[in-house]
């Protein structure tokens, strides 16, 4: 089992900037490819961003691109979502989850073994 606890969701005004952290434990970190997806009132749960397993590969959707970074920490078992040029449209309950499939899949997410709980992200204009 891979456990996952995101953190650092919160209110704030429209172009403000958050960063959210996952953090992960209980299997090899390293070995999975994270992604972080959104959920909004009455809308399903979306891809956001995602991240190999070295990092060195990134991908996002259309909608945060050039406003949001992914990131990880392969020795501190974390993942980060850096949002900046925040919009009210980015309102949504963030989870985070754990992939055991190649990047190339990441946006897909039946290919997530594991997921948080979320965290709240809330964006006032």
């Known amino acids: 089992q891979l456990q996952l606890v995101e953190s650092g969701g919160g209110l704030v005004q429209a172009g403000g900037s958050l960063r959210l952290s996952c953090a992960a434990s209980?299997?090899?970190?390293?070995?999975?490819?994270m992604g972080w997806f959104r959920q909004a009132p009455g809308s399903e749960r979306e891809f956001v961003a995602a991240i190999s397993l070295s990092g060195a590969r990134t991908y996002y959707a259309d909608s945060v691109k050039d406003r949001f970074t992914i990131s990880r920490d392969n020795v501190k078992n974390t993942v980060y979502l850096q949002m900046n040029s925040l919009k009210p449209e980015d309102t949504a309950v963030y989870y985070c989850?754990?992939?055991?499939?190649?990047?190339?899949?990441?946006?897909?997410?039946?290919?997530?073994?594991?997921w948080g709980q979320g965290t709240q992200v809330a964006v006032s204009s």
């Open positions: 989850g754990a992939s055991a499939y190649n990047s190339i899949y990441s946006q897909e997410q039946a290919k997530y073994a594991y």
């Open positions: 209980g299997r090899t970190f390293s070995g999975y490819v």
